[in-house]
């Protein structure tokens, strides 16, 4: 039995090779920023955000959310902090993507931004 022939035309499909290019981006700027590498922080995170909507991942933005709350924290500013733990809150509901625990570290990051372990991290470990 011969299996059909399939050609895709969806966008990504369309893009051929370069489909990958944004993809992979992602998973380095993700990488450098789990692992607090040198160099990376606010930039890299909102490169991460923009990244995700230009490759239609709008359904997983609470990563990069959560990357932009975290950078915004480690440079001490807990208001901008505060404002990203609350899209990525939002995004993950949105997402049906959210557990309690999830909830509770979230919501505790916004209550006492300045108690979290990243707290200006990247002031202290430059």
Not at 48 to 59: A, F, I, M, P, W
Not at 64 to 70: K, R
Not at 74 to 98: F, H, V
């Amino acid at each position: 039995m011969e299996l059909a022939q399939f050609e895709c035309y969806c966008s990504r499909c369309l893009k051929g090779p370069d489909a990958d290019v944004g993809l992979s981006e992602i998973t380095r700027l993700e990488r450098a920023l789990s692992e607090w590498q040198p160099g990376t922080g606010v930039d890299d995170a909102f490169k991460l955000v923009r990244l995700y909507q230009e490759e239609g991942l709008d359904g997983f933005l609470d990563t990069a959310y959560a990357h932009v709350a975290l950078a915004y924290n480690s440079l001490g500013n807990a208001q901008r902090a505060k404002e990203y733990a609350k899209l990525t809150i939002d995004a993950m509901i949105l997402a049906d993507a959210i557990t309690p625990s999830q909830r509770k570290m979230w919501k505790e990051f916004m209550d006492r931004p300045q108690e979290h372990w990243s707290w200006q991290r990247r002031m202290t470990n430059a």
